[in-house]
């Protein structure tokens, strides 16, 4: 897998990452891996509402769930005037193996007894494809976020632009003509159930 250089050394991109960094000791999100071509990350929360899934799992308000992350720093190298063919079929190879990985993990450590899905709030450029591809990993989005009221507006002007600085830090290319507005904010949904049924088979798992 391509990966994003390291020799990027302009100063606010060293304090991007070195914020990313302490945010996700902060927060608890961790590798469930050794495998290096995995390009997921977990972390754990608590349900906010109550939600139904399309496979029938319920999630309750206050159980816990998982939350996926994407693991920046090993995202394939997106070229510096935006997405290509080789580059998305790459993309796809990556997701689809790092999937297969979660599904072993979920299936194999009692840290995740008890967690029946996966959700939280994405902030990322929700084109029509990118909504196609989502549901054929067997992710669920909705417009509805986890959070509402009158800071709704700051939280999602505040996330679309950490989520840009992410990118430029880390993948310059990905951010190639966009600013933070281009970026939406979804709730994402992957049910344990799902995850095993499309990803527990596949060649990260025999």
């Given at each position: 897998m391509r990966q994003v250089e390291g020799g990027q050394r302009h100063p606010i991109r060293v304090l991007v990452r070195a914020f990313d960094r302490r945010q996700r000791q902060r927060l608890g999100i961790r590798e469930f891996t050794t495998d290096e071509q995995c390009i997921l990350r977990i972390g754990e929360a608590r349900a906010v509402r109550d939600i139904v899934l399309s496979d029938g799992t319920s999630v309750r308000r206050g159980d816990r769930i998982g939350v996926l992350h994407l693991r920046n720093e090993r995202m394939p190298v997106m070229p510096e005037k935006g997405p290509d063919v080789a580059w998305a079929r790459e993309l796809g190879r990556s997701l689809k193996y790092s999937f297969g990985l979660l599904a072993e993990y979920v299936m194999t450590d009692p840290l995740m007894d008890g967690i029946d899905a996966f959700g939280g709030d994405l902030t990322f450029v929700y084109s029509s494809g990118t909504l196609r591809y989502l549901g054929r990993l067997g992710?669920?989005?909705?417009?509805?976020?986890?959070?509402?009221?009158?800071?709704?507006?700051?939280?999602?002007?505040?996330?679309?632009?950490?989520?840009?600085?992410?990118?430029?830090?880390?993948?310059?290319?990905?951010?190639?003509g966009k600013g933070p507005g281009a970026f939406g904010r979804r709730s994402i949904w992957l049910s344990v159930r799902r995850l095993i049924e499309l990803h527990g088979q596949t060649e990260s798992s025999e």
């Open positions: 992710i669920e989005t909705s417009d509805e976020l986890s959070t509402s009221g009158l800071a709704a507006p700051f939280v999602g002007a505040a996330m679309r632009i950490w989520t840009w600085l992410l990118r430029w830090a880390f993948n310059p290319g990905s951010v190639y």
